[in-house]
């Protein structure tokens, strides 16, 4: 396959930034997307030019380090998937690809396509966890937990946290992020000790950040690549609004 | 609750509850207008009975609270959110991921708050606001209503607002449902059904009294 790259380029946070074009020649259509633009940066670095910066880590689909906002969608032409995924086959030769960082003011630029996603670590520093005593380690199902919250806390625990509910979104809002942590605890004992405390502290952190708010579109479920329902946004704003009725 | 309507979540609860206060008004609206099916005096006679009722006197601030509440928190929410991405994408394809109205709710309320100064303009001033400045109101309110919907253009303005509200219910409906936490993912698929079923009564509703008015009076 042979295809044409428009790729933003942004020397750094500082740097307006712009469009630069580029092709790639021969590529396999079982080659994934990340392996193309690695292919596209050898190339560059024969050349002498700076190779286009992007996040990655395990290339499996969990780590949630590669984003990349690619013709329009985030992780690109294809469900339930992360960029690494993602394969040359879902595009035609001949094609023109976009390729865009993600684009919210909570998540900056700091070179190329790479975004400070530390927001979210915030958010999470905030309210995101559960205080335990140390001490030796507790009895296997010494807390009876009902199968069906113990799924439906592990389903909203599927977040790697990618960012590409908050790249979709058309307000770039962080609630399907905030949602699947606040689910995950809500629905265990454990979590319910500090539950009052963790939504308020969350949903505030949230707001501080710069992140928009919810107007119940559902892009975020739909782009999520671990499939996380919009229902846990609906539990997120039950536990918010119970708790400031409890101030 | 100190600050909550200062935060995201706080300022659609707002959204939710005004919409929903006023998607019960709606549907008290459509059945009065339907009076107009049963002849002049019918629909007089109704016009005569909400003019005097005590509860309704009290409820017109109530609603014009509810109308104030919902736009000015829309603009709110919308400006905050816009503002959540500076820098837009060259390519966005949301197609594939939300549903149309979904994403133009704003745009929506803009045409309906038009066709609402436009319905004002022509009925409630006529009808209403001499109650509150002075001033004699139609005499026949049933003869305002013909005379207003025989004009073709206007008919037709009132059936696009109508159908602007229609795509404005079809996800108002269930978003407030879920911003208020009453959804999970049972409930997520039957609010989104009922909010269907809901526009489309509604949205029917109104088209028929404008069209049997143009077409049969």
Same mark, same amino acid.
């Given at each position: 396959?042979?295809?044409?790259?428009? *790729?933003?380029?942004?020397?750094?946070?500082?740097?307006?930034?712009?469009?630069?074009?580029?092709?790639?020649?021969?590529?396999? /259509?079982?080659?994934?997307?990340?392996?193309?633009?690695?292919?596209?940066?050898?190339?560059? *670095?024969?050349?002498?030019?700076?190779?286009?910066?992007?996040?990655?880590?395990?290339?499996?689909?969990?780590?949630?380090?590669?984003?990349?906002?690619?013709?329009?969608?985030?992780?690109?032409?294809?469900?339930?998937?992360?960029?690494?995924?993602?394969?040359?086959?879902?595009?035609?030769?001949?094609?023109?690809?976009?390729?865009?960082?993600?684009?919210?003011?909570?998540?900056?630029?700091?070179?190329?396509?790479?975004?400070?996603?530390?927001?979210?670590?915030? +958010?999470?520093?905030?309210?995101?966890?559960?205080?335990?005593?140390?001490?030796?380690?507790?009895?296997?199902?010494?807390?009876?937990?009902?199968?069906?919250?113990?799924?439906?806390?592990?389903?909203?625990?599927?977040? +790697?946290?990618?960012?590409?509910?908050?790249?979709?979104?058309?307000?770039?809002?962080?609630?399907?992020?905030?949602?699947?942590?606040? #689910?995950?605890?809500?629905?265990? /004992?454990?979590?319910?000790?500090?539950?009052?405390?963790?939504?308020?502290?969350?949903?505030?952190?949230?707001?501080?950040?710069?992140?928009?708010?919810?107007?119940?579109?559902?892009?975020?479920?739909?782009?999520?690549?671990?499939?996380?329902?919009?229902?846990?946004?609906?539990?997120?704003?039950?536990?918010?609004?119970?708790?400031?009725?409890?101030? | 609750?100190?600050?909550? @309507?200062?935060?995201?979540?706080?300022?659609?609860?707002?959204?939710?509850?005004?919409?929903?206060?006023?998607?019960?008004?709606?549907?008290?609206?459509?059945?009065?207008?339907?009076?107009?099916?049963?002849?002049?005096?019918?629909?007089?006679?109704?016009?005569?009975?909400?003019?005097?009722?005590?509860?309704?006197?009290?409820?017109?601030?109530?609603?014009?609270?509810?109308?104030?509440?919902? *736009?000015?928190?829309?603009? +709110?929410?919308?400006?905050?959110?816009?503002?959540?991405?500076?820098?837009?994408?060259?390519?966005?394809?949301?197609?594939?991921?939300?549903?149309?109205?979904?994403?133009?709710?704003?745009?929506?309320?803009?045409?309906?708050?038009? @066709?609402?100064?436009?319905?004002?303009?022509?009925?409630?001033?006529?009808?209403?606001?001499?109650?509150?400045?002075?001033?004699?109101?139609?005499?026949?309110?049933?003869?305002?209503?013909?005379?207003?919907?025989?004009?073709?253009?206007?008919?037709?303005?009132?059936? *696009?607002?109508?159908?602007?509200?229609?795509?404005?219910?079809?996800?108002? @409906?269930? #978003?407030? @449902?879920?911003?208020?936490?009453?959804?999970?993912?049972?409930? +997520?698929?039957?609010?989104?059904?009922?909010?269907?079923?809901?526009?489309?009564?509604?949205?029917?509703?109104?088209?028929?009294?404008?069209?049997?008015?143009?077409?049969?009076?």
């Amino acid at each position: 396959m042979n295809l044409k790259l428009r *790729i933003w380029r942004q020397k750094d946070a500082k740097d307006s930034g712009r469009f630069e074009e580029y092709t790639v020649e021969n590529i396999s /259509p079982d080659t994934s997307f990340l392996e193309m633009l690695d292919i596209l940066n050898n190339n560059l *670095i024969h050349e002498g030019k700076e190779p286009v910066a992007f996040d990655h880590d395990c290339r499996e689909g969990i780590c949630g380090m590669c984003s990349l906002f690619i013709d329009g969608r985030a992780h690109g032409p294809d469900d339930d998937i992360t960029t690494c995924q993602l394969h040359m086959r879902k595009f035609k030769d001949g094609d023109t690809i976009t390729i865009e960082p993600w684009r919210s003011a909570a998540f900056p630029v700091i070179k190329d396509l790479v975004v400070d996603r530390s927001a979210f670590e915030k +958010i999470l520093q905030a309210g995101g966890f559960i205080s335990v005593n140390t001490g030796g380690v507790p009895d296997a199902n010494a807390i009876p937990i009902p199968k069906a919250d113990a799924d439906e806390s592990m389903d909203a625990s599927a977040c +790697i946290g990618c960012g590409a509910c908050v790249a979709t979104c058309k307000n770039g809002s962080a609630m399907l992020f905030m949602a699947a942590r606040v #689910s995950a605890l809500a629905k265990l /004992p454990q979590g319910r000790v500090e539950a009052t405390r963790r939504a308020k502290a969350m949903v505030a952190k949230m707001d501080e950040l710069g992140f928009g708010g919810c107007t119940n579109t559902g892009a975020c479920e739909a782009e999520c690549p671990k499939g996380i329902s919009i229902s846990h946004i609906a539990r997120l704003n039950r536990e918010f609004l119970c708790a400031k009725l409890k101030d | 609750m100190s600050n909550l @309507f200062s935060s995201s979540i706080g300022k659609k609860l707002v959204m939710s509850l005004s919409g929903l206060f006023l998607i019960v008004f709606l549907l008290l609206h459509m059945v009065l207008n339907m009076t107009v099916f049963g002849g002049a005096e019918t629909y007089n006679a109704m016009c005569e009975f909400m003019d005097t009722n005590i509860f309704i006197k009290i409820m017109v601030p109530v609603l014009a609270a509810g109308f104030i509440f919902h *736009i000015v928190y829309a603009v +709110i929410v919308t400006i905050g959110n816009r503002g959540a991405r500076p820098v837009r994408y060259r390519v966005q394809n949301l197609s594939k991921s939300s549903t149309w109205e979904s994403r133009n709710m704003f745009v929506l309320g803009l045409i309906v708050i038009a @066709f609402l100064v436009l319905h004002l303009y022509d009925f409630w001033a006529n009808m209403q606001l001499q109650h509150f400045v002075g001033g004699e109101v139609a005499e026949s309110p049933y003869d305002l209503v013909v005379s207003r919907f025989a004009n073709p253009v206007v008919a037709l303005c009132y059936i *696009i607002g109508v159908w602007a509200l229609w795509f404005h219910l079809q996800h108002g @409906f269930w #978003s407030a @449902f879920q911003t208020i936490g009453l959804s999970n993912q049972l409930w +997520i698929r039957r609010w989104k059904c009922v909010a269907k079923v809901y526009a489309w009564i509604i949205a029917l509703g109104y088209t028929a009294v404008v069209v049997y008015t143009y077409l049969c009076l």
